[in-house]
């Protein structure tokens, strides 16, 4: 299976596509779709043509998007949600299925600890996917939310495959 993992942003949208084997993970790309500073609309397009572009591109089999979190600033959250709308929009478009997750489920599928910072989440996707080198953090918050499908939004529980097993919340 391969999946397409989106971290959205009205400056800079992260992608990262990965494929599934059984319980293997393996790297295919990853990078970003920047927008210029200039007019909304302009901005949007850019976005959406950008998600359409990696979609033709990689043709994956599944999408994973970070949900929009209300932060203090009501006008960047607005900014972001329409960020988030316009990939959605591609995503539709292409009749491409399409799974959310909170920042929290991802860095509970891929650190293990829902309140991580960004350096745990670049270390782990590193070691996940057995990278010569930190991916850069839009990247990787978008190959986290890939990996957290992947996973099945189940968090690192999600890695226990047979003869695995959990003692004390841990994976042994």
Do not use: W
Request: proline fraction near 5%; hydrophobic fraction near 40%.
């Amino acid at each position: 299976m391969r999946i397409l993992g989106l971290d959205p942003g009205l400056r800079v949208t992260g992608y990262g596509v990965i494929e599934k084997t059984g319980q293997r993970l393996r790297y295919v790309a990853s990078g970003v779709v920047r927008t210029r500073d200039g007019e909304l609309p302009a901005r949007i397009k850019t976005l959406f043509d950008g998600v359409v572009e990696i979609l033709e591109h990689f043709k994956p089999d599944a999408a994973a998007i970070e949900k929009v979190f209300v932060n203090v600033n009501p006008q960047s959250t607005l900014l972001l949600g329409q960020a988030r709308g316009a990939a959605l929009a591609a995503l539709t478009m292409a009749s491409q299925p399409v799974f959310e997750y909170t920042a929290l489920q991802v860095k509970q599928a891929v650190v293990g600890n829902g309140h991580a910072d960004k350096t745990q989440v670049q270390h782990m996707v590193k070691r996940l996917l057995s990278l010569p080198a930190e991916p850069r953090p839009d990247s990787a918050d978008a190959l986290a939310c890939a990996i957290c499908h992947a996973h099945g939004g189940m968090g690192l529980g999600g890695l226990i495959g047979v003869g695995g097993r959990r003692r004390a919340g841990r994976m042994s």
